[in-house]
Structure formats: C-alpha cells, structure tokens
C-alpha cells in the first residue's frame, strides 16, 4: 500500500510498500505521530483515499472482484466526527438500510419526467420522490425495526439512548455510540475507526472501546487509531512512523514485524 500526497514542492510519499493483515475477531491498535498517514493508511484500505495504491484482499479474495460500494460495506471506514442526519435517532441508525433501498429502487415505468397519478390526483417529479423516498423509509423501517435497534443498542451497553430522541440533543459521547452502532448493524468484516473516542470523557471512551470488543468478540476485525494511553482491549499495536510501520503485542514486546510486512 502507498500513498503519495499533493505539496507545493511537488507529490510527497506519505509511505510506500506497507502491508498487513489483520485476524478475524482482532483488534488492532494504530497509533503514531501527527501526520505520519493513519487516517491515510485507513482510508486507503478503506478505497476511499484517492492518493493511495495497492492491493486489498479480503478473507482470500482480491478487492478488485468487489464493487467499491460492496467494498465499502465490508470494509466500514468509521470517522471521528459523528455524521447523523434524521429527525430521530432511529431514522439515523437506518440510514445506512434507507440508502441501500434506495440504490436498488428503480424509477417507475414511464421515465423519470412528467407527471404520475397517485390515487387520480396529478402529482410532479418532486411529489413522486417525496413518495419514493418514504416508500423507501418504511421498507427500511420493515428491514431494521425499532425493536432490533432498541434490542441492539442494549446489547452494547447503550440503555441511556432514547430512539425518539432528536440526534443533534444527543451529547458527544451518546453520538458517537450511536454512529458505531448504526456501522456495526450493517456487519462489516472489518471496522476501520479513525479517532472515534477523540474528545470523549475516559467514561464514554471506555463505553466505545467496550461496543468495540463486543463486536470483535461476534468476529469482526477492528483497527482503532487512537491517542489515549492503551485500554487493553488491542492484541497488537501497530506504530506508523517515517513511512514504516512497527508492530508490538499486547505488553508493548517488539513482534518482529517491521515496516508493514506482518503476516497474521
Ligand atoms: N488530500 C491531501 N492533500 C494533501 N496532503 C494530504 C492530503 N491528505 C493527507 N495529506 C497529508 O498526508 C499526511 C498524512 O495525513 P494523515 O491525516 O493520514 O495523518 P495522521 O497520521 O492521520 O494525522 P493525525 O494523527 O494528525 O490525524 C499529512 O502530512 C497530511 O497533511
């Protein structure tokens, strides 16, 4: 994996020839300097970082037999600042299964301008959106029901959080639950979290950090970037630095693993 970057003096290499892999049901700490590519490394891998190249693979297969979106899906790039649209907290977590309706909705016969017809009343081009897209919520609604989101938020811990609640009232802490919640319902393989628990309390950290190990511990493979001391929750720490990345196990020993080329 490389990753090659725009500067005034011309394209810089962030990092050239990084590789690793990570175990089902592991997690993976990356930490390093300000700067050194973290977040680069995980948006690469992620296929969401356009100054990266390299080869992905997942459980065996090559990410180029995956559509980007598929990809996506399997690979979740999670950001440190919650992105939670919706009226409620409800509509938020199923905004992931709205969009996917949403991408497999086909506009109905007769083309996409002109008038349709809903119950002998003339309706617009906007009207039969605004139609589709509630269609749409109420498919959503039927494939992720409130009783599933409620049945899961408790399961992680998160009793505290009312579904009807408005997602802007939420504090820091209950919104960045909220958001880890809404990407592990849609089951990645792997989650990718940049900073989640940057600018919570050690209480809500540790609350996070806990979703996290519940997730690993249902097989998912989880690299957080973080900058608090470690919580013990990580079987490896990967350090990225001058473009290499150092590995160490759980008790800070060297694994012998440098510069990326670690094998799992
Ligand atoms: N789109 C871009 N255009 C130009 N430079 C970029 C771009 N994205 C990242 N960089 C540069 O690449 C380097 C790595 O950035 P990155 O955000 O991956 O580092 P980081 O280790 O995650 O940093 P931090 O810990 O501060 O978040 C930085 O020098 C950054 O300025």
């Not at 992680?156 to 579904?163: E, T």
Request: hydrophobic share 40%.
């Amino acid at each position: 994996m490389s990753c090659t970057v725009p500067s005034p003096d011309g394209d810089r290499t962030v990092f050239s020839g990084l590789s690793f892999a990570i175990g089902r049901g592991e997690i993976v700490d990356l930490v390093g300097p300000s700067g050194s590519g973290k977040s680069s490394l995980l948006t690469a891998f992620a296929r969401l970082n356009p100054h990266a190249s390299g080869s992905f693979a997942l459980a065996g297969r090559d990410a180029g037999s995956f559509t980007p979106q598929r990809w996506r899906r399997e690979v979740a790039y999670l950001p440190q600042k919650p992105i939670l649209p919706g009226d409620t907290v409800a509509d938020a977590i199923r905004l992931p299964f709205t969009l996917a309706v949403r991408a497999d909705s086909t506009v109905p016969a007769g083309g996409g301008d002109g008038d349709a017809r809903d119950g002998g009343r003339r309706i617009g081009l906007v009207g039969r959106f605004a139609r589709l897209f509630r269609d749409d919520a109420a498919h959503a609604r039927g494939m992720l029901p409130d009783a599933r989101i409620r049945e899961t938020l408790d399961a992680m811990g998160c009793g505290d959080i009312d579904l009807t609640r408005r997602p802007h009232d939420l504090s820091g802490g209950q919104a960045a639950r909220v958001s880890l919640a809404r990407t592990l319902l849609t089951e990645p393989k792997v989650l990718l979290a940049d900073e989640v628990d940057a600018g919570l309390d050690d209480e809500n950290a540790a609350k996070v950090a806990s979703i996290m190990a519940y997730a690993a511990g249902r097989g998912m493979a989880i690299v957080r970037i973080r900058h608090r001391p470690p919580d013990g929750r990580a079987s490896r720490v990967a350090t990225l630095a001058d473009g290499a990345l150092t590995w160490t196990d759980a008790t800070g020993s060297a694994t012998g693993a440098t510069n990326g080329r670690e094998t799992a």
